[in-house]
């Protein structure tokens, strides 16, 4: 059973800096790719960044680029998510997820595992 478990969420000011974590557990496929996405209340999962293992590349959403940065090791199907120059806009629960068949950018709705989300919030 695919487990992935979120960690790093919290408050800050706006400028700040927050780390996120996603460790994976239980994946039964070797090739895949791991992300993050945004939700505000009563809206719908946003791309943030994604990383595909298989192809070497790394994807960000317009909003983030040059701000967040996203690593991990795939050794410990582990992904993290740097996210510096925080804006209020930036607020909202994150989540990871990860599926085999997601190569490059693509929407909440082709990725099929995800973790339960960590709170960000930016304050003005």
């Known amino acids: 059973q695919v487990q992935l478990v979120e960690s790093g969420g919290g408050v800050v000011q706006a400028g700040g800096s927050l780390r996120l974590s996603c460790a994976a557990s239980?994946?039964?496929?070797?090739?895949?790719?791991m992300g993050w996405f945004r939700q505000d209340s009563g809206s719908e999962r946003k791309f943030v960044a994604s990383v595909s293992w298989s192809a070497g590349n790394i994807y960000y959403a317009d909003s983030v680029k040059g701000r967040f940065a996203i690593s991990g090791d795939y050794g410990k199907n582990t992904v993290y998510l740097q996210m510096n120059s925080l804006k209020p806009d930036d607020t909202g629960v994150y989540y990871c997820?990860?599926?085999?068949?997601?190569?490059?950018?693509?929407?909440?709705?082709?990725?099929?595992?995800w973790g339960q989300g960590t709170q960000v919030t930016v304050s003005s």
């Open positions: 997820a990860v599926d085999p068949k997601v190569l490059s950018i693509a929407p909440a709705t082709r990725w099929d595992y």
């Open positions: 239980g994946l039964t496929f070797t090739i895949y790719s």
